[in-house]
């Protein structure tokens, strides 16, 4: 696999290209009158199609960062544009909405809505899209085919295995057809044989769906799958 | 929005306290709707025996019957009023008397009705379902249905005292279609005077009318000559005023009760949703990191809480439909004697529990919705 020496500045030598790029991101969290600054001046792009796995030290704002790519959170400082939207500016519904119509999400722990079946939570996105409801079961089954669930669609979340609850949550993360998919730490709770499992898929919508991943990972077998490796250290990405 | 199905499975998923608080929730309703159903009893009670065309005259002032007297002479007089049926006055003395509770201690008025053979006359849906008619002049009586075996000796072939060494005989049993004379005994007019001494006198005279609208015609003429001192009601109109301060007072104490109770459920019903909500902090930040919106969390918890008021107001308005069998006794505050009633459902007594149990739910789940709204998506991110 190619790492971020060679790739990263591929990216960087065509900005028109660029999905996301954030400028002289701050981010500040105050805890009991302290001041803590996680992120100190980051600049950052993500050319369009890419897969890049986002890595570091425990606590160093990897979570933080991708937050704010994703629209969860806004910056102390900076300017976050995505797709030539400039999010930073955008307030909490205009976000929501955003996120709805934009990213992807695929969390730690699966956040499947316990008391629905994998069709229903993989049909939850698209109820905030004007898609009509004839047509959401379809595109939900189709989504959840991509990740090989055909046959578990009206199975609910505790009748499946980690690996298959992960494999949900990407069909969900992906029926909208977003522009980004942010994952943090997706393998993080499952043994290694599901964990490559759902790399695999990772790989395969990135390669044969042309999809745009941010990936937060402490795994550097799940890093090395990606195109691109950036590491983020003392605030800033390296 | 976020699917119905959502909260109606997050509802059964936790069974316990939701039939924990729709239990609570059923009890306020149950208290409500059995309140109004009896309300709603009472009212019918009254109205069911009273007709337009039938006019009530008393002695002008009095309240009811019991403390209104006239000369039996009177009778003749009102029979020659303008718009009255000669052949269907009926003079009539009403009384209480004290009586023994079956089962209860202490004692209770009933009420006692002299008549002539004109008082069915007057109201045809008197009938005698079991024995038969009291004979004039003899010392027996008959007893409305809804007294029957509910006072000591009140039984058919049994006797009771009328006042000190004067027993008389229960000989039959009468229904009237549920009207508050169920509640009455009859016995013969000349038999009650004979015991109490009201020789020559009646309380009321009751009267039918050529027709409703006669009504009016006969009035100015019984009250137009001021030396009788004579106050003619339609009969409706009378038994709407007799009614209406006791249906009132159930009407007003069963509503205190219920909000009295309903604050205590409303407060279940709200640690309950804020319990629900502290659980799920993950899922709805997932939620909101989707996208939905603030409404629209508000909106699916102020849903699941409205649902499961819902269904412990159903719970508790299925149970007071039970209650259509109970009967009901209670003093009325205008005879200050006993009326027994029974619990009547109505589809506006039903439609005002659930509004009621959906305003709980409503209420209750108000800041727990709140704080739900207010949970930020960035809690999907934490473990
Ligand atoms: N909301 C917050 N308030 C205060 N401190 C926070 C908050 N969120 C994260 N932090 C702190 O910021 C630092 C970076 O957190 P995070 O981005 O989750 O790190 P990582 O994902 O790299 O482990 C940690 O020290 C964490 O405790
Ligand atoms: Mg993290």
């Given amino acids: ?146 990740v090989g669930l055909e046959d578990r669609m009206d199975h609910f979340p505790r009748q499946l295995s980690g690996g298959q609850e992960q494999r949900v949550a990407i069909a969900r993360a992906i029926v909208n057809d977003p522009a980004l998919i942010v994952a943090d730490e997706p393998t993080g709770d499952l043994d290694r044989k599901s964990a490559d499992d759902i790399l695999g898929i990772l790989e395969q919508l990135n390669r044969e769906l042309g999809k745009t991943i941010v990936m937060v990972t402490h795994d550097p077998a799940a890093a090395e799958r990606a195109k691109v490796i950036r590491r983020l250290d003392k605030g800033q990405l390296k | 929005m976020i699917p119905l199905k959502y909260n109606v499975r997050s509802l059964t998923v936790r069974k316990a306290t939701t039939f924990a608080t729709g239990f609570g929730i059923a009890l306020v309703v ?30 002008k002032g009095s309240d009811n019957e019991m403390s209104s007297s006239l000369e039996n002479a009177n009778v003749s007089l009102v029979s020659a009023a303008p718009g009255a049926k000669k052949d269907t006055v009926s003079g009539e003395i009403v009384m209480v008397l004290a009586m023994e509770k079956v089962g209860a201690p202490g004692v209770t008025n009933v009420q006692l009705r002299g008549v002539t053979d004109a008082a069915q006359r007057i109201r045809p849906e008197v009938k005698v379902v079991e024995g038969r008619l009291p004979q004039p002049g003899r010392d027996e009586v008959m007893v409305g249905q809804r007294i029957h075996r509910r006072f000591a000796n009140v039984e058919l072939g049994k006797s009771f005292e009328l006042r000190k060494n004067r027993p008389v005989t229960v000989v039959g049993v009468f229904t009237s279609e549920g009207s508050s004379t169920e509640s009455e005994i009859w016995c013969d007019l000349d038999v009650l005077r004979g015991s109490f001494a009201r020789e020559g006198s009646v309380s009321s005279i009751r009267v039918k009318l050529d027709s409703a609208a006669a009504f009016d015609g006969f009035k100015a003429a019984m009250e137009g000559d001021k030396q009788y001192g004579f106050m003619a009601l339609r009969e409706t109109e009378y038994v709407k005023k007799q009614s209406e301060d006791t249906a009132a007072f159930i009407g007003i104490i069963g509503t205190l009760i219920s909000v009295f109770f309903a604050i205590g459920a409303m407060i279940g019903a709200m640690i309950t949703m804020y319990a629900a909500v502290a659980n799920r902090q993950r899922e709805i930040g997932t939620l909101r990191a989707l996208g939905f919106s603030r409404r629209s969390i508000l909106l699916s918890f102020l849903v699941e809480s409205t649902t499961l008021a819902l269904f412990g107001g159903l719970l508790g308005a299925a149970a007071s439909m039970a209650m259509k069998f109970v009967r009901f006794s209670m003093m009325n505050f205008a005879s200050w004697s006993e009326v027994v009633f029974s619990f009547e459902p109505t589809p506006s007594v039903i439609l005002t529990s659930l509004t009621f149990a959906a305003a709980m739910g409503l209420f209750g789940g108000f800041f727990p919705a709140l704080r739900a709204a207010r949970v930020s998506p960035i809690q999907a991110m934490r473990g």
């Fill in chain 1, 1 to 146: 696999m190619d790492t971020a020496t060679e790739k990263a500045p591929a990216s960087h030598r065509d900005k028109a290209e660029a999905l996301v790029s954030l400028r002289g991101i701050v981010k500040i969290y105050e805890r009991g009158g302290e001041q803590l600054k996680i992120l100190d001046g980051l600049d950052l792009e993500i050319a369009k199609g890419s897969y890049e796995a986002l890595m570091g030290p425990s606590g160093s704002g990897k979570s933080t960062l991708l937050n704010l790519i994703a629209g969860l959170d806004r910056p102390t400082a900076g300017s976050i544009d995505i797709g030539g939207k400039r999010i930073d500016q955008l307030n909490e519904s205009q976000l929501a909405r955003w996120r709805a119509d934009t990213i992807g999400f695929i969390f730690q722990s699966y956040n499947l809505m316990p008391v629905l079946t994998a069709v229903e939570n993989v049909e939850l996105p698209l109820l905030l899209t004007k898609v009509p409801s004839s047509e959401r079961r379809q595109r939900a089954q189709t989504a959840l085919r991509v």
């Fill in chain 2, 30 to 59: 149950f208290v409500l709707s059995a309140s109004l159903m009896l309300a709603a009893g009472i009212k019918k009670t009254f109205a069911s025996g009273a007709r337009e065309d039938v006019a009530v005259v008393m002695r």
